[in-house]
């Protein structure tokens, strides 16, 4: 068994609050999962999850209140763990003052390359992520989404084994997150590990291979997006509108939602042969017909409203 | 070691540069001019004197001025500005980014000193002096006061680990007038009769840093001599002092929660 | 293209500068009120030396220099005028030599007009001697100051001991020039007498480079010579009484009777005269004068 790129054990975040700082609030609850090389991994779950303190304890930018980490076998406390991964933070800022061309090469400085090779590297990616024409700009006048991409590129500009990166596609036009999830693809390719948190569901359900859920700082599920989600097929969807002079069945109509022209049904499967008998003597135009399965979000959901009906927070005494 | 600091210091200076910093050169220069050409009409004889008077104090002044304000941002700034966050995700340890931020901003008070010192070989010129042997003691009272703003710029690195700009700037002005008045706290403890309170004078004036020690600007006015062994003595004092207050802040910083 | 202007910056266009000219009249207002009559009285916030030092944070030396700028404006702005108040030159002085004790020409210019009497000075010569004697013990090496002082006990208090001792000691720096070391001798042996002055106030005129002190010592010279001149022209005319059974009337009268050789003119050019009590004494239309303070008998040392 080859080593996991990330092995988390045990991770617990702790902050003391109140105006003494006496209380303890555990943002993070004993977390342990392993992400196996080569994978896209997604982190999902609701604002407030916990999901920036893993990346940030995972990063060092925090300091754990127990458990340990490893990245490719290195402790997280090892400094020489940082120099084969990248790392996009949330709502990422930069020096203003610096070009994306200069930020870029300043953070290459950090791993070890020749001027040449340098000024090779920075060029490429800006290209990747779309930022050669603003290359020359300051970063003071981009927008958020130049602010994202220049954000990624830095955070693989030195061909990482595993990047971190929280909230990537935050801030971006759809062409951005297509570009984007079009990166990640690539670096999968490539065989690095790519671990991003997100909570724009279905771009974790197209690509991730496996997915961990946080709430209320606690993991409640990891697995394939397929796995967590049952495939059973509970109901049938069917789209269509209407033709000629004859009306619709008025069950029909009450139970379909429109817009426009257009009227969307859903019907038990036992039911779909004769809805469509139904419509079929209407004469009605039939648009699509297809399985309404439950997704991510639908477990998501409900996950978050039981974890809000059993306890807003989770509130550990002081020690 | 230097590979990483060495970027974090030029990157600073490049930020310092970038934030117009180096402006108040043209004001400094504006001083020395008006100074250089009015000398002459006020203070008839002594003109050699006052413009070393006016332009020592000026570089001290100014400097002392950017070391603070600079100074105090230089930590918090990039927390504030989560700009710490990306790069400390790469392979640089905590105290290499400390010792890198505080070389950056050491560079651009020294370069900045650099051109001062030029205005100021400019001003003596100007008024018809040239430039003798005893105007060694010029420069070593310059040197002197890179030391004293060397250690302020610690003093406010270590403030800037823990602490907001505006109460690093306060405790930073505080130490450093303390540290003027070193040799008065010592005098007011050696008279006061209670021997607590002089016990306390003691401790206080040890810890402090002694910034009159750093002051030579009447003496080269004067154009006396200034011993070597003052000059080993201050270097040596100076870098164990700056020494000891990157240590106190890589401590502190190392173990500091980034929010 | 610009952008529209705001009402707002048609308002401030007109209103700010209206309001900049109301601040400066109600200014002009303010300051002919709290003007005093005659003298714009001058205070100095602080006159404590040690005070002075405390706010200097450390720029001593350049704030003695700011000191002693005012310290000479002072004088300059009121040496000469009807009843001029020197009031706040001790103290002007007293800052500047606390902040830099090596700023020796304040110490210089105190000797002289700190001492000085009438309406060149304050009058005050046991101020100038504390602030010279301070001088001394700050400068070591200055042997001017030394000089300085000499001349002080020597003109103002007519203390030729003490002045005699301050040359002596002065005479003791190894870059003294020797007439110190004649001055001292010159002095215990022949105080007040006006050829010892004469040397006092050259050295001291050779010694400074103040340009007022310059004139007041040529003054004094001239002064001197003509006192010097006046005592020889009454011996004569003594003489000539004695001859003659009259004193002289005029200078021509002395040459005729082969007394002088030529009409002696006074450093200014113009021939003395004779009064009608035979005491010879200057030429009205001449600058040349001789103060009261040489005229003054000189006493012996106390």
């Avoid at chain 1, 060092?60 to 120099?83: E, Y």
Wanted: aromatic share 10%; proline share 5%; with cysteine.
């Amino acid at each position: 068994m080859s080593t996991p790129a990330i092995e988390i054990i045990g991770l617990t975040k702790d902050y003391a609050v109140g105006f003494w700082r006496k209380r303890m609030r555990r943002s993070l609850d004993s977390l342990t999962l392993q992400v196996e090389e080569g994978e896209i991994f997604g982190f999902l779950g609701p604002n407030g999850a916990g999901k920036t303190t893993t990346l940030k304890l995972l990063m060092g930018l925090i300091f754990p209140t127990a458990g340990t980490a490893r990245i490719r076998g290195c402790s997280i406390d090892d400094v020489r763990m940082h120099q084969d991964i990248g790392y996009l933070p949330e709502q990422p800022y930069f020096y203003d003052y610096l070009t994306a061309r200069e930020l870029l090469d300043y953070y290459a400085r950090f791993s070890n390359y020749g001027a040449l090779e340098r000024r090779e590297r920075v060029g490429r990616f800006l290209d990747l992520v779309g930022l050669a024409s603003a290359g020359d700009v300051q970063l003071r006048k981009y927008s958020k989404g130049m602010l994202q991409r220049a954000g990624i590129a830095q955070a693989i500009l030195h061909d990482p084994k595993v990047i971190f990166l929280d909230e990537p596609m935050s801030g971006l036009d759809p062409v951005g997150r297509r570009e984007v999830r079009d990166i990640i693809v690539d670096l999968k390719k490539q065989g690095r590990t790519v671990f991003f948190s997100t909570h724009i569901l279905s771009d974790a359900e197209m690509l991730c291979d496996r997915v961990a859920v946080l709430s209320g700082g606690k993991l409640q599920g990891v697995g394939a997006p397929a796995d967590i989600v049952s495939i059973e097929v509970h109901a049938m969807e069917i789209l269509f509108e209407e033709r000629g002079k004859h009306p619709l069945p008025n069950e029909l109509k009450e139970k379909a939602t429109t817009i426009g022209g257009r009227y969307r049904v859903e019907v038990a499967e036992a039911e779909l042969y004769p809805a469509l008998a139904q419509l079929e003597s209407c004469n009605a135009r039939i648009l699509s017909i297809s399985p309404v399965r439950p997704t991510l979000e639908d477990y998501f959901l409900r996950l978050v409203g039981r974890e809000e009906t059993i306890a807003p927070q989770v509130e550990v005494n002081s020690r | 070691m230097s590979a990483t600091t060495g970027p974090v210091a030029i990157n600073t200076f490049r930020e310092a540069v970038r934030d117009r910093v180096l402006y108040n050169l043209v004001f400094f220069a504006l001083v020395m001019i008006g100074a250089a050409v009015l000398v002459g009409q006020i203070s008839i004889g002594i003109e050699r004197l006052v413009i070393v008077n006016l332009g020592l104090s000026a570089i001290s002044l100014f400097g002392l001025v950017m070391a603070i304000f600079i100074g105090v941002g230089l930590v918090s700034k990039e927390i504030e500005k989560r700009t710490l966050h990306s790069l400390l995700a790469k392979p640089i340890r905590r105290w290499e980014f400390l010792v890198g931020k505080y070389a950056g901003l050491l560079l651009t008070l020294t370069i900045n000193t650099g051109f001062m010192t030029l205005g100021l070989a400019a001003a003596l010129l100007y008024v018809g002096r040239p430039l003798v042997r005893p105007d060694v003691s010029i420069v070593i009272a310059i040197y002197f006061i890179l030391l004293a703003l060397a250690l302020v710029t610690a003093l406010a690195l270590f403030f800037s680990c823990f602490s907001s700009p505006m109460l690093s700037t306060l405790f930073t002005l505080a130490i450093y007038i303390t540290g003027i008045f070193a040799n008065d706290i010592r005098a007011f403890g050696d008279l006061a009769s209670s021997p607590l309170v002089k016990a306390f004078a003691r401790v206080v004036y040890y810890l402090v840093p002694n910034f009159h020690n750093f002051n030579v600007i009447a003496a080269a006015a004067h154009g006396e001599g200034i011993p070597f062994s003052l000059v080993a003595q201050n270097t040596l004092y100076a870098a164990c002092y700056v020494t000891l207050l990157l240590l106190a802040s890589s401590a502190i910083f190392s173990t500091r929660d980034l929010k | 293209m610009s952008r529209p202007k705001q009402k707002v910056t048609w308002i401030a266009a007109t209103w700010v500068p209206l309001l900049f000219a109301c601040v400066a009249a109600l200014q002009v207002g303010i300051d002919a009120r709290t003007r005093t009559a005659i003298q714009e009285q001058e205070e100095l916030l602080l006159s404590s030396p040690s005070a002075v030092q405390k706010i200097s944070l450390g720029y001593d030396s350049l704030l003695a220099d700011v000191y002693w700028t005012r310290a000479v404006q002072y004088y300059g702005s009121r040496a000469g005028t009807d009843h001029p108040n020197f009031d706040l030159l001790w103290p002007l002085l007293d800052i500047t030599t606390t902040l830099d004790p090596k700023l020796v020409i304040a110490y210089r210019f105190g000797a002289v007009f700190l001492s000085e009497p009438g309406r060149a000075g304050a009058g005050r010569t046991d101020l100038a001697i504390k602030l010279v004697k301070r001088g001394i013990a700050a400068n070591p090496d200055q042997w001017r100051l030394g000089a300085d002082l000499g001349f002080l006990y020597y003109w103002r208090l007519k203390d030729y001991q003490d002045s005699a001792a301050a040359y002596l000691e002065a005479s003791k720096e190894p870059d003294a020039p020797l007439w110190l070391k004649i001055m001292a001798a010159r002095v215990a042996q022949k105080g007040g007498s006006l050829e010892t002055s004469r040397m006092i106030w050259s050295q001291l005129y050779e010694s400074t480079q103040n340009q007022t002190v310059r004139k007041k010592a040529a003054e004094i010279l001239r002064g001197l010579k003509a006192q010097e001149d006046e005592t020889r022209l009454d011996e004569l005319a003594g003489e000539y009484q004695k001859r003659f059974g009259r004193f002289p009337a005029s200078m021509l009268e002395l040459r005729d009777a082969g007394l002088v050789r030529g009409i002696p003119l006074d450093p200014d050019g113009y021939p003395y005269i004779f009064g009608p009590n035979g005491k010879s004494r200057l030429n009205p239309q001449s600058s040349v004068v001789i103060l009261p303070e040489i005229k003054a008998p000189p006493s012996p040392a106390k």
